[in-house]
Nanobody, 127 residues
Framework: QVQLEESGGGLVQAGGSLRLSCAAS????????MGWFRQAPGKEREFVAA????????AYADSVKGRFTVSRDNAKNTVHLQMNSLKPEDTAVYYC????????????????????WGQGTQVTVSS
């Protein structure tokens, strides 16, 4: 069982930055591929970024590529999402997700690929 807790959300002006963090419980964090997703009101949950088990492979949605960076610290059981040049359309609840039993280099962009989810953290970008 893995428990995930996101933090770092908030209100920021367009063009600003936020850094989200996701703390994971358990001793097998390094065996988990990790992902970030977001959901805006009235919209489907969408993929944002993903990291392989080691962090050597990452993937991004086209809408955030070049602005967001996912990283992980396996020694501290944490994964981060650095968000720069934020836009009002980035406003959403951001979720951290973990997939157990991942192959070493794989990244996953589909919500159903993940086994565990955090409660989410709100990010609001004002224009």
């Amino acid at each position: 069982q893995v428990q995930l807790e996101e933090s770092g959300g908030g209100l920021v002006q367009a063009g600003g930055s936020l850094r989200l963090s996701c703390a994971a419980s358990g001793r097998t964090f390094s065996n988990n591929a990790m992902g970030w997703f977001r959901q805006a009101p009235g919209k489907e949950r969408e993929f944002v970024a993903a990291s392989s088990r080691s962090g050597s492979n990452t993937a991004y949605a086209d809408s955030v590529k070049g602005r967001f960076t996912v990283s992980r610290d396996n020694a501290k059981n944490t994964v981060h999402l650095q968000m720069n040049s934020l836009k009002p359309e980035d406003t959403a609840v951001y979720y951290c997700a973990a997939r157990s039993g991942s192959s070493y280099y794989s990244v996953y962009s589909v919500p159903s690929s993940y086994d565990y989810w955090g409660q989410g953290t709100q990010v609001t970008v004002s224009s």
